[in-house]
């Protein structure tokens, strides 16, 4: 595609130059018309978050997204680049992304009034026009805003030269999207240099009598004030916010897995093949949603969904390792692979005041009852009686994470297992099999059907008789 290259040929051209806030609603109109999603990437949020944030693009409102940690705040926010035309031109060399039609950085007005029409043109991404900031207690308004640039001043311009500006992140991302990232945690009084941007459109420069009327929307992410004591977002600030949109963690664990199947990053090895039963991927999904309910948890904290990721991530790289020292080329996770599940939660989850050392007894509960649930809501009861009356005729199992595929194959013909194998939809590879007759000699155990002594990472089943 030719993009004009002039001034003069940008007119020709016939393109129109609009608001930013005018031009995201446009492209937001044109998706909803058309049955795309506006903002891409975010599972969960269909019927509750993201029709908020389509009210507040529509409305041309900047935006605030208030939640814990780990609910897709800065993921909702970076997909909102996407409602941006993949290109827009500006004037060459400026700083601030001028619009060729009306510029407001001194170096792109004298440029346009000198050359006229032949004004050198530059196209921008969209990428480009999006600029994020954490706020930390130490940003200042020279970060934000801008400052007096030292080096252009001892080279002999006029500190009342305006080309002596160092502009800011927010000027530098005009025509664009600007966000910070945990709003409460920027300074109060640097919370006061954002009003006019939100409210009058244009930013003060200290030392300078100009105002540059600046076009860009506004998006920030927040704790909430209850949880996060590091500091309050200022009242006249969230005022000038249109829109204010609660987020929240998966509301069902089919979601909670839609998301770790989507976020997480399994371990690759060469030569081995990873196959992750479905019901494995609904226990880590589950131990994260009881987490969330459970009176242990601090609760305003928050249980992140990055916990579910790592420790699906956790749960295949032990399962992966296993298989690797024993030989194996199919990896498939196993119960026995849930006791590495303690490494990656203990630090995303802060516990409620409790005596030392419950803390893994807490971790340990949380796993068992999402076994103990997914078992329930996957393997047919009427399948199991005849199992169950093996291991009460003197049926004895022994599993473990030093045992190989091979070890599980006199299990492999246990009574009932062809049809739970059959419901939960995995294959008969040996590994699978292997993984399967844990599962179900867990659930079986916590169901309080069978007997279970535990030593040193091996169990041993046996019958209630």
Known sequence: MHRPGTLGELRESGWVS???????????VA???????????VVGYEDTVLPQVEHALLAAHDLILLGERGQAKTRTIRSLVGLLDEWMPVV????INDDPYAPISQHARLLVAERGDETPIEWVHRERRYSEKLATPDTSIADLIGEVDPIKVAEGRYLSDELTIHYGLVPRTNRGIFAINELPDLAERIQVGLLNVLEERDVQIRGYKIRLPIDLVLVATANPEDYTNRGRIITPLKDRFGAQVRTHYPLAVEIEMDVITQEAEPVEAPGVEVVVPEFMTEIVAAVSQNARRSPHVNQRSGVSVR???????????????RSLRNGETRVVPRISDLESLVASTSGKIEFETVDDGREGEILERLVMAAVL????????PGNLPDLVKAFDEGLVAHTGPDLSVEDYAALAALPGLAAVLADLEVGDSPAEVASVVEFVLEGLHLAKRLNKDAVGGRATYRGRG
């Open 31 to 41: 998706r909803i018309a058309t049955g795309e999603p506006v903002v891409e990437g």
């Open 373 to 380: 649930e997914t078992f329930r809501a996957n393997v047919d």
């Open 307 to 321: 916990m579910s990721i790592a420790n699906y991530e956790t749960m295949i790289a032990s399962a992966t390792r």
């Open 18 to 28: 609009r608001p930013v806030k005018q031009e995201i609603r446009e492209n937001a």
């Open 92 to 95: 060459a060399g400026s700083e």
